[in-house]
């Protein structure tokens, strides 16, 4: 059964994103002309909040950058307020293909999962990385699978939805700390009894901004993904505040 739109919000955090954003707003408008779209500006210096106010997107303005996972924690808690039961964070950078929102959706509604990430490396599409870089989401992946006691092949995914007990979740409890929105938000999920599972999605190239590569920059990733692993790990265990859906 498909899910109402009407009870979706798209979130896209964006910080100095106005040549990619009006398309990436306008394409998710095309495809899903009945969700709500959410751009949390994150304390852009250029015109990111008003290129996506003209292409049809509600902004939240934050004074300041705080990041990915502050733009997220704010969105959350929007979401929160506003009732939705399904939300769906999606990149700026038009790298999301929005046509795959209902495959991250369905399991949420069939009640399957309460998180489900859109994982580049699941058997979907071409998407390729170098060999440091495979190495590294084979360390993070392997530890992660088993945390969230499900196999995980993306787990730096920024292409995530979220049920209604999630959203709950995050709204009082995301990471603001670098990589906190993909590694350690996958770890207080699964530690607060949110089932976690992934669904293989095609992603796109960059529509702006350059990728990091090498082994050196996939190590600096590395050593930095385990210390934001043992600093979720590290977190004292809490339940999930449950609500009806509305």
């Known amino acids: 059964m498909p899910v109402d739109q009407s009870s979706v919000v798209i979130i896209i955090p ?3 994103e106005q040549e990619t954003l009006p398309d990436v707003v306008r394409e998710v408008r095309e495809v899903l002309p009945s969700v709500d779209v959410v751009v949390v500006n994150d304390g852009s210096t250029d015109e990111t909040s008003r290129v996506a106010r003209e292409a049809g997107a509600r902004v ?3 004074p300041v ?6 733009a997220m924690r704010a969105g959350y808690r929007f979401a929160e307020r506003r009732g939705y039961r399904y939300s769906v964070q999606l990149d700026a950078d038009g790298q999301h293909d929005p046509r ?3 495959l991250l959706l369905q399991p949420l509604e069939r009640g399957e999962a309460d998180v489900v990430i859109g994982a580049r490396f699941a058997g979907v599409g071409t998407y390729t990385a170098g060999l440091a870089r495979r190495a590294t989401m084979w360390v993070l992946s392997t530890i992660l699978s088993r945390v969230a006691r499900t196999r995980l092949t993306d787990t730096t995914s920024g292409f995530k939805a979220c049920n209604r007990a999630a959203i709950l979740r995050f709204a009082a409890d995301y990471p603001a700390e670098y990589l906190g ?8 999920a699964a530690r607060t009894g949110l089932t976690v599972r992934q669904v293989g999605v095609q992603m796109r190239p960059r529509a702006g901004g350059r990728p990091s590569h090498g082994p050196v920059k996939a190590a600096v990733f590395l050593t930095r993904a385990l210390l934001a692993v043992f600093v979720a790990l590290t977190r004292p265990r809490s339940t999930v505040r449950q609500e009806a859906a509305t």
Do not use: C, F, Q, R
């Open 181 to 188: 929105d993909t590694i350690e938000s996958l770890v207080i």
């Open 14 to 16: 964006a910080w100095n």
């Open 60 to 62: 939240l303005d934050l």
């Open 65 to 70: 950058n705080l990041g990915v996972g502050g």
């Open 100 to 102: 795959a929102v209902p």
